[in-house]
């Protein structure tokens, strides 16, 4: 069965940094679109960034440039580099992946094909 682990989430002071890890067992991320979502609380769930199937990579405007997302083929693994983080960033964050494409949809939606657990990330003023 394919599974999607996270791994990196925790509590940190505003300006702070932290890493979003995202494994694969059962699939392979390289021929597909991988990337990640966030559910902040009283919001919809938005697609943070992309690595897309031809390789290609997109951020959301709202990131204001603090994220990169990086795809180690050899790990299966996903990574998001958060920086500079600030209160609104609090949220659970969710790992994804589809054949085909990312789009913004609710969080866990069956229209993604693969779902992370989701990670909480708590940043305080």
């Known amino acids: 069965e394919v599974q999607l682990m996270e791994s990196g989430g925790g509590s940190v002071e505003a300006g702070g940094s932290l890493r979003l890890t995202c494994t694969a067992s059962g699939y392979s991320f390289g021929d597909s679109a991988v990337g990640w979502y966030r559910q902040a609380p009283g919001n919809r769930c938005n697609l943070l960034s992309v690595?897309?199937?031809?390789?290609?990579?997109s951020y959301s405007d709202s990131l204001k440039g603090r994220f990169t997302i990086s795809l180690d083929n050899a790990k299966n693994t996903v990574y998001l580099d958060m920086n500079n983080l600030q209160p609104d960033d609090t949220g659970v964050y969710y790992c994804?992946?589809?054949?085909?494409?990312?789009?913004?949809?609710?969080?866990?939606?069956?229209?993604?094909?693969?779902w992370g657990q989701g990670t909480q990330v708590t940043v305080s003023s």
């Open positions: 994804a992946a589809d054949g085909w494409r990312l789009a913004e949809v609710e969080c866990e939606s069956p229209v993604v094909n693969y």
């Open positions: 690595k897309w199937t031809d390789g290609s990579i």
